[in-house]
Nanobody
Framework: QVQLIESGGGEVQAGGSLRLSCAASTRTFSTYTMAWFRQAPGKERELVASITWSTGYRYYADAVKGRFTISRDRAKNTEYLQMNSLKSEDTAVYYC????????WGQGTQVTVSS
């Protein structure tokens, strides 16, 4: 089991940027898939982005494609989500997750976009 800890959330103005970080407690294998989810009030939890380092495959939800970028620093055992051109609808609690069937989860970090 891998412990994941998110950081970097906060409040920004619409059009601004934030960079979320997710640090893993142990070194992850190249096959360890990591992702970012988010959940806003009144909405289902949704997959925002995922990355499989071994293949370079990245997935982005249509709502964030072109604005968000997921990346991974193997040396630091850390996953990042760079969020640009933020919109009010991006307001949510963001969670990092990893492993088959999303076995590992972070505690969540609040992102609030003010308009």
């Amino acid at each position: 089991q891998v412990q994941l800890i998110e950081s970097g959330g906060g409040e920004v103005q619409a059009g601004g940027s934030l960079r979320l970080s997710c640090a893993a407690s142990t070194r992850t294998f190249s096959t360890y898939t990591m992702a970012w989810f988010r959940q806003a009030p009144g909405k289902e939890r949704e997959l925002v982005a995922s990355i499989t380092w071994s293949t370079g495959y990245r997935y982005y939800a249509d709502a964030v494609k072109g604005r968000f970028t997921i990346s991974r620093d193997r040396a630091k055992n850390t996953e990042y989500l760079q969020m640009n051109s933020l919109k009010s609808e991006d307001t949510a609690v963001y969670y990092c997750a990893g492993g088959d069937g999303w076995r590992d989860w972070g505690q969540g970090t609040q992102v609030t976009v003010s308009s």
